[in-house]
């Protein structure tokens, strides 16, 4: 069975710049995540989609962060314009549903390095 | 809402001893309790989860995880650690209130050395 797959693996870029982040989830999961792991912290959920709709984006800088999942399965994130703040790792993960109890399954991340 | 925190931030270990990794959560509603474990360079796996039944869980590689709802604990367990536990594990909770989303504490890494 393929995985979450994300990608650019690695992605450096200069403050005020956009740069935008792909993920693939595993076929037949309706639930996708978009997390924010900064150095030496945990993850953070950054918005949940379940099909083509948002079920939670309440920590998403909306300012600056966009995400969208077209079609319920494929999904982008973008961040316009970046702050140094934002070099972080982004995790796309995804499950069957949300019931509870999910079992999440991760990508490898994109690793984000703003200059 | 809920949080989560992970009491240690680093656990050095001698290979074959024992270790207990520690996490206390907080939640107004029933939750759900993970363990996820992040090896260098590698994505975040399961390492096993609490929903309901018997407190005691087991996962993978050895490890298990006791719910203790008094204490509102999910402390994880190895008996015998190896080389190759060295990573960083983090816990997760998840309820209604959240959509179900998984909250991360920050994590504590494991080092084991010989």
């Known amino acids: 069975e393929a995985g979450v797959a994300q990608s650019p693996r690695y992605k450096i870029i200069e403050k005020r710049q956009s740069v935008a982040f792909w993920c693939n989830p595993i076929?037949?999961?309706?639930?996708l995540y978009w997390y924010q792991q900064i150095l030496g912290q945990g993850p953070k959920l950054l918005i949940q989609?379940?099909?083509?709709?948002?079920?939670?984006d309440s920590q998403l800088p909306k300012d600056r962060f966009s995400a969208e999942r077209l079609k319920g399965v494929d999904s982008t994130l973008k961040i316009q314009p970046a702050k140094l703040e934002d070099s972080a790792v982004y995790l796309c993960?995804?499950?069957?549903?949300?019931?509870?109890?999910?079992?999440?399954?991760f990508g490898s991340g994109t690793q984000l390095s703003v200059l | 809402a809920q949080s989560v925190t992970q009491l240690d931030s680093q656990v050095p270990v001698f290979e074959e001893a024992p270790v207990e990794l520690r996490c206390n959560y907080s939640?107004?509603?029933?939750?759900?309790l993970f363990w996820y474990v992040q090896y260098p360079n590698q994505g975040l796996q399961l390492l096993l989860k609490?929903?309901?039944?018997?407190?005691l869980v087991k996962g993978i590689n050895g490890f298990e995880a006791e719910f203790n709802k008094s204490q509102t604990s999910f402390h994880l367990r190895k008996p015998s650690v190896h080389i190759s536990d060295t990573a960083e594990y983090f816990c997760?909770?998840?309820?209604?209130?959240?959509?179900?989303?998984?909250?991360f504490g920050k994590g504590t890494s494991l080092l084991v050395t010989p």
């Open positions: 609490y929903l309901s039944g018997s407190t």
């Open positions: 939640s107004s509603v029933s939750v759900y």
């Open positions: 993960a995804s499950s069957l549903d949300r019931s509870g109890g999910e079992k999440l399954f």
């Open positions: 989609f379940q099909n083509n709709g948002v079920v939670d």
């Open positions: 076929s037949g999961h309706a639930t």
């Open positions: 997760a909770v998840s309820d209604r209130s959240s959509g179900y989303a998984l909250n």
